[in-house]
T-cell receptor, first 112, second 115 residues
Framework: KQEVTQIPAALSVPEGENLVLNCSFTDSAIYNLQWFRQDPGKGLTSLLLIQSSQREQTSGRLNASLDKSSGRSTLYIAASQPGDSATYLCAVNGGSQGNLIFGKGTKLSVKP | NAGVMQNPRHLVRRRGQEARLRCSPMKGHSHVYWYRQLPEEGLKFMVYLQKENIIDESGMPKERFSAEFPKEGPSILRIQQVVRGDSAAYFC?????????????FGPGTRLTVL
């Protein structure tokens, strides 16, 4: 049974720092992995999607890597800003039906 | 191109009432997934539907919960005789193609509160 773990559960950094969020999964047989952002009381915004054949994806200040064999993904945020404060969710798609399995998220706070 | 739409955004029900949550997928998407986010928990898959078909309902509670995606109109998640433990955020996601490696796009969610 696939399980997704995100470490740390919460992170507080000063503005301008580069930071890394971690995601691990127990079954390496996945189709893809998505990183989402969730603001309090809001829905999910897709940040990056990495297919199983890819090693990384980049969008602006965000870079996500995938090491399928070791069951790990990282989300790198460069030059963090207060507007980056949110909960970041990692989800893997490993089933033939496509349903996502989520981690519990990392709650990020960027202090001005 | 409008995104995934869900309504209502907030729903308050008393114990024993019925809750109906609606999801309109993105234009051109015929695959819908429902997820539930309980307080302090991660999102959990509930059900996957195509038009007029339930493909995978392995995450649905056995009783009181049902879902449909008719040929015309939105997908509906129905909860009968709600209990306090049903209080959660319910998210819908849509995809142009089902299964496998396809990206899912999420709606804003419906926050259900059971009094």
């Amino acid at each position: 049974k696939q399980e997704v773990t995100q470490i740390p559960a919460a992170l507080s950094v000063p503005e301008g720092e580069n930071l890394v969020l971690n995601c691990s999964f127990t079954d390496s047989a996945i189709y893809n992995l998505q990183w989402f952002r969730q603001d309090p009381g809001k829905g999910l915004t897709s940040l990056l999607l990495i297919q199983s054949s890819q090693r990384e994806q980049t969008s602006g200040r965000l870079n996500a890597s995938l090491d399928k064999s070791s069951g790990r993904s990282t989300l790198y945020i460069a030059a963090s800003q207060p507007g980056d404060s949110a909960t970041y969710l990692c989800a893997v798609n490993g089933g033939s039906q496509g349903n996502l399995i989520f981690g519990k998220g990392t709650k990020l706070s960027v202090k001005p | 191109n409008a995104g995934v739409m869900q309504n209502p955004r907030h729903l308050v029900r008393r114990r024993g009432q019925e809750a109906r949550l609606r999801c309109s997928p993105m234009k051109g998407h015929s695959h819908v997934y429902w997820y539930r986010q309980l307080p302090e928990e991660g999102l959990k898959f509930m059900v996957y539907l195509q038009k007029e078909n339930i493909i995978d309902e392995s995450g649905m509670p056995k009783e009181r919960f049902s879902a449909e995606f008719p040929k015309e109109g939105p997908s509906i998640l129905r909860i009968q005789q709600v209990v306090r433990g049903d209080s959660a955020a319910y998210f819908c996601a849509s995809s142009p193609l089902g299964g496998g490696p396809n990206e899912q796009f999420f709606g804003p969610g419906t926050r259900l509160t059971v009094l």
